[in-house]
């Protein structure tokens, strides 16, 4: 539970196992705006009566060209508002805002990052409010929105869960006793490898994300990447890439690419439909290649372990995709 999302826009319940009368003495608000903002709007509004309380409780977010960004809380007559200058750029591209708060340290951060490399923007102060898990959870059912804002969420971490690799729950992966949809895989099943055989997966684990902005998952077309159906994956997923085009450009019978880098809009797109998705990640408990309906996947790998195949680099990925366009040699994988 700490590293992982207990509350999402759009998301009627709260993810996990969580009490809903529990207090979070810790944890972050994370926001994804779609820039440019401009001129004086509400992003985020939302006033309810708190669950544990019985009073009147609120948060808001607002963008002032002049006064820059202000999040304003309320608990009955307790009001709180924190104030980030010069916040938002008219420029298109992301924002992320992350408000932070420590109510055992007595501290609270307000930050936004424009997602281009430069460092962010904070503020910080003391003796912040703490909410209940059930006013968390309605703040994200429930929370009136500017269209700008992509998505927002809690969690108990000090930032945010980092975006990983995961592939969709209907995923057909190929076991010895043919293919499986991925979410009905458990610990202890057999599933067949390129480079090891047949293996037994070490765990399954299945995570609740959100579906837009940074966290936005890629479509890989059929039959693109040699299956007959599409395929849905986080942008961080690794593929096996093979065939003439890969052993001429890298020398290599094989190589990985992170699906974000092979959106080119054709064979693999960037999709915002959902707001919340629910992936899957399979644990051999070392890297591992499997392949579903002819799509070479990467497992889930230890950080330590080594790669079964060299994982290129964004700018490695481009000429390849040249190279296909131009040539119409497909599928890749």
Sequence with gaps: MPDSWIALSDHAAPIGDVDPADILPRGSLVLEMSMPVTGPVVL???????????????????????????????????????????????????ARMIYQWDALMRCWSLSVDMLDGRPPRVT????????????????CASGLRHPAVLW?????????????????????????????PAGLLRAGDLVSTLDAGPRPLRAVHTLQVPGRGAFAPVLLRAPYFGQTQD????????IGLQGTSVEYLYGEDRVLAAAGHMADGIAAFVDNRRAVLSGVTLDF???????????????????????????????EVTPLLAMQARSGLRPVA
């Design 44 to 94: 985020l509004d939302h006033t309810q009566i708190g669950a544990r309380s019985g009073r009147e409780i609120g948060l808001s977010l607002f963008h002032d060209p002049v006064r820059g960004l202000i999040l304003l809380q309320r608990q009955g007559k307790r009001l709180l508002r924190h104030i980030l200058p010069d916040a938002l750029e008219a420029q298109n591209g992301l």
């Design 124 to 139: 910080t102060g003391s003796d912040p409010m703490v909410w209940t898990m059930a006013d968390l959870v309605g703040l």
């Design 152 to 180: 927002f969420g809690v969690t108990m971490r000090a930032d945010m869960p980092a975006p990983q690799p995961w592939i969709g729950q209907r995923t057909p992966i190929d076991t010895p006793r043919g293919p499986v």
């Design 231 to 238: 395929l849905l994956v986080s942008s961080e997923q690794a």
């Design 285 to 315: 408990g070392t890297s591992a290649l499997m392949t579903a309906d002819g799509c070479i996947l990467m497992a889930r790998a230890d950080p330590d372990s080594a790669l079964p195949a060299r994982l290129l680099h964004r700018f």
